[in-house]
């Protein structure tokens, strides 16, 4: 039905921002319709390398120097899509662009899901990398990288962004991240506390609130962050 509906549009192109839909789509429906008498007649392409392909419009609107040291968060699964984030950021004024050594595994951070161990040490590996590095800013391209490796903005010496952060920057656009600023509390009272007004206004029951903010927001977190093994530690410890 999802493709179908793309095809009624006229489209000879549709964008997809995830890479899970990408691969889906693009990689096993479109393909398993291909020469059956209702294909739908269109292409997928990553969000991302549109963009790219757009870069001599786009350049013109970032006119607004960026002076920080980036690096990449990167996974190679859809095709073309860390290229064009890396020609994208250095085509940003003021921005230098930072290569970090890093394994290339998966099209997406919750891809690692299955090998729990496997990817805290990724995860712990860029974060490395980035401060061995001198970034100010570790940027990623999905979502669901980003909510996982945010927090960790608490421990180190460089900010975790989406890259698309620093284009609306080099744009004269910001807006604040509501999502990394509550995680970042890491204490589900306080977060509750400051989102009570919207609580209020969609009628919402309070444990279902604090469900998940204690499920889905403060418990992803697959490398558990320094300062919380610290404040663990000194609460063990004899008085």
């Not at 790219?52 to 040291?69: G, T």
């Amino acid at each position: 039905r999802t493709t179908d509906r793309f095809a009624a549009t006229g489209a000879g192109k549709v964008l997809a921002w995830c890479p899970t839909c990408t691969i889906q789509i693009g990689e096993n429906v479109l393909p398993g319709r291909k020469n059956t008498p209702d294909a739908p007649a269109y292409d997928l392409e990553a969000f991302v390398v549109y963009l790219a392909s757009q870069l001599d419009r786009l350049r013109p609107l970032m006119c607004h120097p960026v002076n920080k040291r980036v690096g990449l968060h990167e996974h190679p699964g859809v095709s073309g899509v860390c290229e064009s984030a890396i020609r994208i950021l250095q085509a940003i004024p003021g921005l230098q662009y930072v290569e970090l050594a890093q394994p290339q595994v998966g099209y997406m951070c919750n891809t690692l899901q299955p090998l729990p161990a496997f990817k805290r040490e990724v995860h712990r590996g860029i974060l490395e990398a980035a401060a061995d590095a001198g970034v100010d800013a570790l940027a990623g391209v999905y979502h669901a990288c980003h909510r996982e490796l945010c927090t960790h903005e608490n421990d180190w010496p460089f900010e975790v962004v989406n890259f698309l952060e620093l284009i609306g920057e080099a744009m004269g656009i910001r807006r604040e991240d509501s999502f990394k600023r509550l995680k970042k509390m890491q204490d589900a009272d306080a977060i509750l506390a400051d989102v009570m007004d919207l609580v209020e206004k969609h009628g919402l029951a309070l444990e279902e609130v604090r469900a998940v903010i204690e499920k889905d927001l403060l418990g992803e977190q697959p490398l558990p962050l320094r300062s919380a093994r610290v404040d663990r530690d000194a609460a063990s410890a004899p008085g």
